[in-house]
């Protein structure tokens, strides 16, 4: 089946490092790669959005990369905060209405 | 604007009773989504709408999941009769035009039957 995976342990960063979040797919060729952050109790909010023939995408401290090769997205957060405490869900779309979501990795960011 | 409304935002029921979930999309989008997001199986895609219509609901789990759209401003969710394992937190999304564009969530109903 369609899989987009995440790892399912949680990330902890000192303040001030790179965060770095992989994302696979597996049985799956997406043309978009969606990344959405997610604090408790709260709905998922969109960050990005990188096409296949896009290597690289940056928004501020943000950077999304989409390696068709390798199947993968890496999501990094650069001189990451305690505020970017929080999780991040990656999430496929082949062009159509449909978006498979992964489960989400947990980030925590020490001060 | 208020961005998707949901409602309830807490839902406490037994099991057996009818459960009705609302949301109000974003005005102006054509699109709406109803998600449903577990620890064991994470965010779950149960119906599609697009102009108010049904597109592909081959994600609601069973015939006691119902779901309407009745205009572009209000959509809901019923499960009837409601189970255990229907407990989860509930999304309604909604985008300007249904393709892979960014998705506005609401803030969810966190449903739990007993």
């Known amino acids: 089946s369609q899989k987009i995976e995440q790892n399912s342990e949680a990330l902890n960063i000192q303040e001030g490092k790179t965060a770095t979040l992989t994302c696979n797919y597996t049985n799956y060729s997406p043309a978009y790669l969606q990344w959405y952050r997610q604090d408790p109790g709260r709905g998922p909010v969109f960050l990005l959005l990188i096409r296949e023939n896009e290597k690289e995408k940056r928004k501020e401290r943000l950077k999304v990369t989409f390696d068709t090769t390798l199947k993968q997205s890496l999501f990094h957060i650069t001189a990451s905060q305690p505020a970017d405490s929080a999780t991040y869900l990656c999430a496929g779309n082949t062009g159509g209405f449909k978006t498979i979501f992964g489960a989400g990795t947990r980030l925590f960011v020490k001060a | 604007d208020a961005g998707v409304i949901q409602s309830p935002r807490h839902e406490v029921t037994e099991m057996g009773q009818e459960v009705t979930l609302r949301c109000k999309p974003i005005s102006g989008h054509n699109s709406l989504f109803w998600y449903r997001q577990t620890m064991m199986r994470g965010l779950e895609l149960l119906i599609y709408f697009n102009n108010n219509v049904p597109i592909d609901d081959s994600g609601m789990p069973e015939d006691r999941f119902s779901a309407k759209m009745p205009n572009a401003s209000f959509s809901t969710l019923k499960i009837q009769p409601s189970e255990p394992r229907d407990s989860a937190v509930y999304f309604c999304?909604?985008?300007?035009?249904?393709?892979?564009?960014?998705?506005?969530f609401g803030p969810g109903t966190r449903l739990t039957v007993t």
């Open positions: 999304a909604s985008t300007l035009a249904g393709g892979p564009e960014e998705q506005y």
